[in-house]
T-cell receptor, first 114, second 111 residues
Framework: DADVTQTPRNRITKTGKRIMLECSQT?????MYWYRQDPGLGLRLIYY???????NKGEISDGYSVSRQAQAKFSLSLESAIPNQTALYFC?????????????FGQGTRLTVV | QKEVEQNSGPLSVPEGAIASLNCTYS??????FFWYRQYSGKSPELIMF????GDKEDGRFTAQLNKASQYVSLLIRDSQPSDSATYLC???????????FGSGTQLTVLP
């Protein structure tokens, strides 16, 4: 089983619908991230959380919200989806306490808004 | 100026050649630098990390860091067709030291 699991893997939704992407991890890491990837734009940070009570906006948070339900769970919501939110979404975790600060990624969620 | 910038690519090299990928960053306080490889439609996977100035070698991969010039590079020796992928440079930057990615360089190794 993957250490960082995203659900769903693929989703097609209509404009204006609310949608939630979920992420869970078994790595025991405190830090969790949501990234969005568009062709040619690399990975852009939407939100990040350093613990359950600490939520921070990233580079492109408008139109998104998050919830950190537990150390292991971090959900991303699109309150009213729009077509330009069509993208590949990645959840990631990291644990600076180990001295290694790299991110570990989930498998990704391909979201299409029609 | 973007925080992390990479060669726009795409980059094509023949099999067996050295592929050179470059990255510059704007935050002088950055301490950690990473190279990820991403195959189309897949999640990024870490291939190299470097924290100190100089070179770090791991098999066919060498990461080079120059903090004074604010650049980090990745060399792939004896390139193979299986190395064809997008390579993402990532830097711990910002007040919270979150991981910031460049836009990636697409590498194609021609048989």
């Amino acid at each position: 089983d993957a250490d960082v699991t995203q659900t769903p893997r693929n989703r097609i939704t209509k404009t204006g619908k609310r949608i939630m992407l979920e992420c869970s991890q078994t790595k025991g890491h405190d830090r969790m991230y949501w990234y969005r990837q568009d062709p040619g734009l690399g990975l852009r940070l939407i939100y990040y959380s350093f613990d359950v009570k600490d939520i921070n906006k990233g580079e492109i948070s408008d139109g998104y919200s998050v919830s950190r339900q537990a150390q292991a769970k971090f959900s991303l919501s699109l309150e009213s989806a729009i077509p330009n939110q069509t993208a590949l979404y990645f959840c990631a975790t990291s644990d600076p306490g180990t001295g290694r600060t790299e991110a570990f990624f989930g498998q990704g969620t391909r979201l299409t808004v029609v | 100026q973007k925080e992390v910038e990479q060669n726009s690519g795409p980059l094509s090299v023949p099999e067996g050649a050295i592929a050179s990928l470059n990255c510059t960053y704007s935050d002088r306080g950055s301490q950690s630098f990473f190279w990820y490889r991403q195959y189309s439609g897949k999640s990024p996977e870490l291939i190299m990390f470097i924290y100190s100035n100089g070179d770090k070698e791991d098999g066919r991969f060498t990461a080079q860091l120059n903090k004074a010039s604010q650049y980090v590079s990745l060399l792939i020796r004896d390139s193979q067709p299986s190395d064809s992928a997008t390579y993402l440079c990532a830097v711990n930057s910002g007040s919270a030291r979150q991981l910031t990615f460049g836009s990636g360089t697409q590498l194609t190794v021609l048989p």
